[in-house]
């Protein structure tokens, strides 16, 4: 083994968020463009000598091999001395990529629990680079080359379920194709764009990312800042059974917005809100919490929103396009 061969934690290379999908003069070398998953970045090292550990590293540098003993087990396919970049998906009973499955799959301690989990609910890895090969790190490569050695090591070594190769491809219309239409399956989100000539690069934002979106409706049940200058809104729907169900809150809106609304908003009495006691999040996987002011939820507004869901609620903050004083709250999508 090298002794430069890549040992956790190692930072993944990330991207920056784009609108639309770029020009092939983007990035260097041209455009390579692979869909997007929604699941958890991870990245899989096997063990250079026989009976060595395979370890499973999150983009944060912790270590979950022992949540996913069936990946563990299919490690066995793998060459040894292989680091592998890649995003760890989880389907539901209904064979469906289910990341609210994936939660509990990462966060489960007890070995019993980790077992039936995964019994259940299985595993899959979507491997889009690699690191390193027989123990050499190739992340000087440009993504081109990793790219022809991963296509070659999923072909040597017939690789199958749960180790699944990420499409890509060079084709501008086949990458509008797959963000206009296959986003809108369970788990795909958008499209990465990466330069054909790019090396691999860690803890840098050097690839470019395309969330597929759309513009939708949703009630106004509470609010950050004040009634008169409100930061951000709290957004709920109507399940059927007429309960106000919180599917997500805005990014900042601007000062335009928060102008047009400061005359709407009325403040909910006092045990008269479906949301009291209630607190929200100030963002995925924290603690932290809004300071929020319930208010009627008479109010609409449209919002521009990307496929990332979990049960309903939209993860990830969305933008506020503008604000449907026309549409009363029960023409809003029901949850």
Known sequence: MSPDALRPPVKPMLAQARETIPGPGALRGGLAVELKWDGYRA???????????VLLQTRQGGLIQDRFPDLVAAASQLPPGLVLDGELLVLNGDGVMDFGVLQRRAAAAVPRTVRALAKAFPAYFVVFDVLQLEGQPVLAEPYERRRGWLESLFADHAL?????????????????????????????????????????????????????????????????????????LVLG?????????????????????????????????????????????AGWGTRDVLDTTLVVPDRVAEVSVDTARDRGVWRHPVRLVRLRFDVPVQDVQAF
């Open 43 to 53: 990245i899989v090292f096997t063990p250079s000598r026989p009976g060595g550990p």
């Open 160 to 232: 199958s379920p749960p180790w699944t190769l990420c499409p890509s491809t060079r084709d501008p219309a086949v990458a509008r194709e797959w963000l206009g239409t296959w986003t809108r399956a369970p788990g795909i989100e958008g499209v990465v764009c990466k330069g054909l000539l790019q090396p691999y690069r860690p803890d840098t934002r050097g690839w470019l990312k395309v969330r597929a979106r759309e513009t939708t409706e949703a009630v106004i049940g509470a609010i950050t800042g004040t009634l008169g200058r409100p930061h951000l």
């Open 237 to 281: 729907r109507y399940d059927s059974e007429g309960r106000l169900r919180h599917v997500g809150k805005t990014t900042g809106i601007s000062p335009t917005a928060a102008r047009q609304l400061a005359d709407r908003l009325t403040a909910a009495a006092p045990g008269s809100h479906p949301w009291d006691g209630a607190r929200f999040s």
